[in-house]
């Protein structure tokens, strides 16, 4: 709720100030604590914003934008049926308010009160036919009110809005799905997929559940166990995010977030989460292998990102702490070659072949590089070693 709040806020605060000192001195005292209630908002201060707001209108008690900004703070406080309360107040006042219907209806949502959340939210549809989080909301309280096929309507309307929102695909999709209508319902939980991001769970369990309905069950349990993985990822991240945000010098709080966020690839993020680890590791003095692992990670997810140069430094520094290391000097040679420095590459993935003989993927790499200079003889044995070492893996398993 925090991101709608500042967006409102931030449009709003300019104006509405603006036209409370055009009153006069008299309003003097309602003015200051208006400053303090917004003032407060922004901090995240919602229990002082109240106070503020409340004292505001005190003095001058009908003030639709001021009700409004009050239930806004009740609604950050989590204080929901007072949010409810002054929300109404404010529509009494303004019954066309769009923003207010919203706030209400977002709340009454909350409240799991999805048949209260419908009336606010037609007229918001109604009053501004292009107000996308109106439509999205009003779809996903039919959902919950298990009225399909106006669930449907409604998100199409919100799918012509914003075409890459993933969540209305999710919710659409399973509004096919309860309807049995298993092709629709599949086509739109895919595109929650692709529009969506990594760590999306819900539309592969929608995909799950509508291919053992079809009897596809290698499908079936191929997305159930990406949902399975994603969900227990997303476990994970509250997890260490709560033992760092407990305890900031938590090495293992922060590696496994570091963890979490490259696989869900949330590379900008697991960036400065490794360079506190590296930090971290350095103060407590970790062992060579824990810094040495905090920088590779740190140079694949400047890979992953297509910063290739930046990857250098932090890749080279985990080699020069483990030289034995195989799979370190694989990634400089990946890194060399992203940049077209073709010679250094090929002296990594040889050092790599040197340290591990056994990878076969190391020898792939060295045979499409030496196949790009045209030493055909040399990417020929390599293809070949690759070819046999991959065999022998699979016989293996």
């Known amino acids: 709720m925090r991101s709608w709040l500042i967006i409102f806020i931030i449009f709003c605060f300019g104006c509405s100030l603006n ?27 919602n229990a002082n914003a ?16 001021i009700l409004h900004y009050l239930g806004m703070a009740y609604a950050e406080n989590e204080s929901w049926n ?28 909350k409240l799991n009160q999805w048949e209260n959340a419908v009336e606010p939210l037609q007229k918001v549809t109604e009053l501004s036919p292009r107000h996308a989080r109106g439509f ?52 739109n939980f ?13 539309p592969h369990f929608g995909l799950g559940t509508a291919y053992m309905r079809i009897g596809e069950r290698e499908k079936s349990k191929a997305e159930m166990q990406i949902y399975q993985r994603l969900q227990q990822n997303n476990v994970d991240y509250e997890r260490f995010t709560r033992l760092t945000r407990v305890d900031p010098n938590n090495l293992e709080g922060w590696s496994g977030l570091a963890k979490v966020l490259m696989r869900q690839k949330k590379y900008n993020r697991a ?16 062992p060579p292998q824990t810094l040495a692992g905090f920088y590779h990670a740190l140079g694949q997810a400047f890979i992953n990102m297509r910063y290739p140069k930046l990857a250098l430094e932090p890749v080279s520094k985990a080699a020069q702490l483990m030289p034995k290391n195989a799979l370190f000097f694989n990634t400089l040679g990946s890194a060399y070659a992203m940049i077209g420095d073709i010679n250094n590459a090929i002296a990594m993935f040889e050092k790599a072949v ?44």
Do not use: M
């Open 19 to 45: 036209g409370l000192y055009a009153q006069g001195t008299d309003h003097s005292t309602y003015v200051q604590n208006v400053e303090k209630g917004f003032i407060s908002l922004f901090k995240g201060e």
């Open 50 to 65: 109240v106070k503020a707001f409340e004292a505001a209108l005190a003095i001058e008690p009908n003030h639709y934008e």
């Open 82 to 109: 007072k949010a409810v309360e002054v929300f109404q107040r404010s529509i009494d006042i303004k019954p066309d308010n769009i923003e207010v219907l919203y706030s209400l209806s977002v709340v009454y949502f």
């Open 136 to 187: 999205e909301l009003l779809g996903k309280s039919y959902v919950k009110l298990r009225q399909y096929a106006k669930a449907i309507d409604v998100l199409k309307e919100a799918i012509k809005l914003r075409p890459n929102a993933a969540q209305n695909y999710n919710e659409i999709g399973t509004a096919y799905l309860n309807l049995k209508q298993y092709t629709d319902a599949i086509e």
């Open 190 to 202: 895919t595109k929650a997929v692709k529009f969506g991001t990594p760590d999306f769970a819900d």
């Open 271 to 286: 960036i400065l989460t490794l360079q506190t680890c590296i930090e971290l590791s350095k103060k407590q003095k970790a």
């Open 354 to 397: 040197e340290l591990d003989q056994e990878q076969p993927y190391y020898h792939l790499n060295l045979s499409k590089l030496y196949q790009s200079i045209g030493r055909h003889q040399l990417a020929k044995e390599h293809q070949q070693l690759y070819q046999d070492l991959l065999a022998k893996q699979n016989k293996t398993k």
